[in-house]
């Protein structure tokens, strides 16, 4: 089994990057646009990780020609800064 560490993002911290209200997230989410992980014991709490909302991001990108999203960095700068996970 493995037990390597992987960082996970709340709906609140995804709401944050996305600047959006968390229920926006909770509907991409019920609507299979954003993959999420149900946690706990009844399932009710929702974890996403970087590589899924970097994905999500990426799929609904408009522009093209551009950098990579600012989304991606987003989330990059919220777990260096917050839990240090990067580093």
Not at 54 to 83: C, D, H, K, M
Request: charged share 30%; no cysteine.
């Amino acid at each position: 089994m493995d037990t390597t560490f992987e960082p996970t993002l709340t709906v609140k911290e995804v709401a944050e990057i996305m600047k959006v209200r968390p229920e926006t997230v909770r509907d991409e989410i019920n609507a299979g646009r954003l993959t999420a992980s149900y946690v706990g014991p009844k399932g009710g709490v929702i974890r996403i990780r970087p590589e899924w909302l970097n994905a999500y991001l990426e799929s609904r990108r408009v522009t093209a020609g551009n950098s990579p999203s600012s989304g991606r960095n987003a989330v990059e700068s919220l777990l260096r800064n917050s839990e240090g996970i990067l580093d």
